[in-house]
Every structure is written in C-alpha cells, then in structure tokens.
C-alpha cells in the first residue's frame, strides 16, 4: 500500500547536535504531514507542509519538500532530551481517497 | 490532550474472551480511524469511517468488529482473539477523510495483551 519510507531507521545524538530525518514516497502528493510518537503513546502532528511549498518552519522543526525527488526531510535544531520519541511521515497521497498512512518510523534518542 | 480518548488504556484478555475499546471525541470530526500498531511494524490502517459509514476495510479479520454510532464515537469489538493480536490500538479522527488537508489527531491508544 502507499505510505512514506522514513530514513533512518535510529537516529542517536547528543543534547543540543541537530537531528535530521528524511521520508521518501512514490507517488503524488497533496501534502506531508510529520508526527511524532513518545513510546507507548498516541501520534501528534507536528507540521504539514504542501505540495507548493519547499520549506517550513515551527519553532525548532524546519521541514523541507522536494516533490522532484519525492522527498522530505524534518530538522529538528539544538535538539533536547525530551525530543527523544519516534517520527514518522504521512504523505496525503492525491485522489479522493487517499489515506493517511505512516511508515515503520525512525527512533530518535537524545542523549542528555 | 489531542482531544480523542481512548479507553481502556490497558487491557489483558483470554482467546475466548469478548471485548470492546472505546474512542471518543470532540473535535466536530466526520472521519474516525483505527490502527493497529505493532512492534517493529508500520501502522495498520484498520478501518475508516466517514460520516458515520464504514468507507474502508483494510482486510481486517473477521474477529474484528468496529461499530460508529455517530460521529463522535468509535467502538471496537473483539472476540476470540490470537496472541498476535496483541498491539497497540489508536484511534484517530480528522475533518473529512480524504480532505485535501486531513491533520489527523489521535487517541493515547489501548495496549492490548491476549494470553
């Protein structure tokens, strides 16, 4: 089925070092949505970007598009200990039913 | 609190036995979703609802049976389940499914056990 690839699959820095992760689709979108997953617990939104944007901001998470290459990647800047959670990305796929599918996640620990 | 609850938040129960896990929410929503997600997996897409009708059935097992009422409420009802149904369960909801934007927001989840 349609979903996006999250690439890492663990990311481990150290409190403060940026984190970056990347998605990959196969098809067109509409948007791409970012979540993230403290352990155990339900998935937050974190950010959309469209398909006619490039780049966006949301406080410390930048999120870039390049739907040439069927791509996205999150920044997470001066990262902190309580970022440590699971990402995933959620391409809105285009057609009228289209669903929000999310891949296997990338881990991300930030060590204090 | 995304505004969707989910209850239980654990549950352990036997093969024989029959069960349901409960999602609600507020948020004026008309699509409400279930996923199951297990260890080392991508999230399953289980079922969608959209303005109350079943709009999809992701090949869910028969011993799988969701129930929307209406709108704001969410059912989930098991019986004779397999020890590799033990997942984490979430329920989700977002304004239209398919709508263009369609920000999905989540309940904290049921942690299911089956021994």
């Known amino acids: 089925s349609q979903q996006g690839e999250e690439d890492p699959q663990a990311l481990s820095i150290q409190e403060g070092e940026n984190a970056t992760m990347n998605c990959s689709y196969k098809?067109?979108?509409?948007?791409l949505q970012w979540y993230r997953q403290n352990s155990g617990r339900g998935l937050v939104h974190l950010i959309l970007?469209?398909?006619?944007?490039r780049e966006k901001h949301s406080g410390r998470l930048r999120v870039t598009l390049d739907t040439s290459k069927k791509s996205s990647s999150l920044l997470i800047t001066a990262s902190r200990a309580a970022d440590t959670a699971s990402y995933f990305c959620?391409?809105?796929?285009?057609?009228?039913?289209?669903?929000?599918?999310f891949g296997k996640g990338i881990t991300l620990s930030v060590r204090p | 609190e995304t505004g969707v609850t989910q209850t239980p938040r654990h549950l352990v129960m036997g093969m024989t036995n029959k069960k349901s896990l409960k999602c609600e929410q507020h948020?004026?929503?008309?699509?409400m979703y279930w996923y199951k997600q297990s260890a080392k997996k991508p999230l399953e897409l289980m079922f969608v609802?959209?303005?109350?009708?079943?709009?999809e059935n992701n090949s869910v097992p028969s011993r799988f049976s969701p129930e929307c009422p209406n709108s704001s409420h969410l059912f989930l009802h098991l019986h004779t389940l397999q020890p590799e149904d033990s997942a984490l369960y979430l329920c989700?909801?977002?304004?239209?499914?398919?709508?263009?934007?369609?920000?999905?927001?989540f309940g904290q989840g049921t942690r299911l056990t089956v021994v």
């Open positions: 098809t067109s979108i509409n948007n």
């Open positions: 989700a909801s977002s304004r239209k499914d398919g709508e263009e934007k369609g920000e999905a927001f």
């Open positions: 970007i469209r398909s006619n944007e």
């Open positions: 609802y959209n303005f109350k009708e079943q709009t």
């Open positions: 959620a391409p809105r796929f285009t057609g009228a039913n289209s669903k929000l599918t």
């Open positions: 948020l004026g929503h008309n699509a």
